[in-house]
């Protein structure tokens, strides 16, 4: 997981070479990888598009940047991701809809951001800040599209839900994800880095908010009881007064979001009272319902073939068989929580293997930290990969294409090793 198998002599040897051998394309290279990182948050079009620049100009480098494949494509998340999608590409043999499993398992294709990133990495701040401008933008659009005459250009408009141009459980996610890469430059960060930040931070938690969505909302309160009080410990005096003005900032801009769409608030949090005690009453028709059935069946399922799952893209097909073909809240393809989802369609390997993956970009983002306060949002990052793990608990979010984006893009952004220049930045990496 920490990468140790890793020769970081020949790591900083072929990095050496390419700046050698291609100065220019350097930069050119950086350039497409922030605008990749920049449009990551944006309409799925954009996400699309936004990365091909990027992967055309890493294939044009291959001569200059062969040697740095090794050790971009070896990078612990990514042979971990590679492992899990080996392990559902293997379940598709015993699949109910393996057209469906390939669909579900081309959402992966986004893991290849760690290798296509890894040859700037040594660019780490720029980078995170790239990503972060464009979260930025992506949460005053979805702010905007709550003004009347400008929410009909958006695509989703649900009631109670202020979601952009995301769909409004993706938008929920997401923002989960930047409240965590936020919060950190916001309470421990100095000079323009905790200007990023608090902006940052008062915009994502205004759209968890304005999402509606109740599953992200109950992610971002558990990342703030974690984020908080570890940053706070780990701050002096000085900090932790300033890091209590901006906390003040962020409640009071909390408190004016939660006023701003309290109708649509007050829709959903009455929506999820009323389907909640009629799940319990044992009518599943309701979203909520429809849920906490799926959660169930796909654990039940699961239960039932731990070693192999039902193969990836299964759980239609046994929602269907459950829950019959009339049942229009039971027609979708996921189960709603990732670990439920790994383990009904790949049994206990794909849950451990999802696990690990999580666990190690986690543990790699954790180690690639800095100590220096004027690059604090890079110290965001594991707890933006905190965020999108405990929203996971309501959202499939390696099949959720924009969500699986931003967990690939926080993983590029966590590796194992980088330059010998980094590690010197970076003594405790």
């Known amino acids: 997981m920490d990468g140790s198998y890793v020769d970081r002599h020949a790591c900083d040897a072929a990095f050496a070479r390419m700046h050698a051998r291609d100065a220019i394309g350097d930069r050119i290279h950086l350039a497409t990888a922030c605008l990749a990182l920049f449009l990551l948050a ?13 992967a055309v100009f890493f294939v044009v480098r291959t001569i200059n940047v062969f040697p740095l494949w090794i050790h971009g494509f070896g990078q612990p998340a990514m042979l971990v991701a590679l492992a899990l999608f080996g ?17 579900e398992l081309d959402r992966m294709r986004w893991f290849l951001l760690i290798p296509l990133l890894f040859p700037v990495i040594e660019h780490r701040r720029a980078l995170v800040h790239a990503l972060a401008f464009g979260l930025i933008v992506a949460s005053i659009a979805q702010l905007l599209s709550a003004v009347p005459g400008v929410r009909e250009v958006f695509p989703f408009r649900h009631p109670g839900r ?61 990342l703030l009881a974690v984020a908080v009080p570890v940053l706070l410990w ?11 003005l901006v906390l003040l900032v962020a409640c009071l801009a909390g408190i004016g979001a939660g006023l701003a769409f309290r109708d649509g608030i007050a829709i959903r949090v009455d929506q999820a009272i009323d389907e909640i005690r009629a799940a319990q009453a044992g009518e599943f028709a309701s979203p909520t319902g429809a849920r906490i059935a799926l959660m169930r069946m796909s654990v039940d399922e ?15 097909r046994l929602a269907r068989d459950r829950f019959g073909e009339e049942r229009g809240a039971f027609h979708l393809a996921h189960a709603h ?20 993956l999580f666990a190690t970009i986690l543990r790699n983002g954790s180690r690639r930290v800095p100590g220096d306060p004027g690059r604090a949002l890079e110290l965001g990052v594991p707890f933006g990969v905190l965020g999108i793990v405990l929203a996971s608990v309501f959202d499939v979010v390696l099949i959720n294409m924009q969500v699986a984006a931003l967990l690939a893009a926080f993983a590029a952004l966590s590796p194992a090793c980088t330059p010998d220049q980094d590690r010197a930045l970076n003594p405790g990496g």
């Open 42 to 54: 944006g309409p799925t079009s954009a996400v699309e598009i936004g990365v091909i620049p990027l």
């Open 87 to 103: 392990w559902l590409s293997i379940t598709l043999v015993w699949s109910r809809d393996p057209g469906m499993g390939i669909t």
């Open 162 to 222: 202020i979601t952009g141009w995301w769909s409004p459980v993706v938008g929920g996610t997401i923002q989960a994800g930047a409240v965590g890469l936020f919060i950190a430059p916001a309470l421990v960060g100095a000079g323009r880095e905790r200007w990023i930040g608090a902006v940052g931070l008062a915009l994502s938690l205004s759209g968890l908010l304005a999402s509606g969505t109740r599953g992200a909302w109950i992610a971002g309160g558990g």
């Open 234 to 244: 780990r701050s002096g005096p000085n900090a932790r007064r300033r890091a209590g």
């Open 302 to 316: 699961g239960l039932g073939r731990p070693i192999t799952g039902h193969g990836a893209g299964s759980v239609l």
């Open 337 to 356: 929580s990732t670990p439920a989802h790994l383990f009904v369609t790949g049994g206990v390997p794909a849950l451990l293997l999802g696990a690990a």
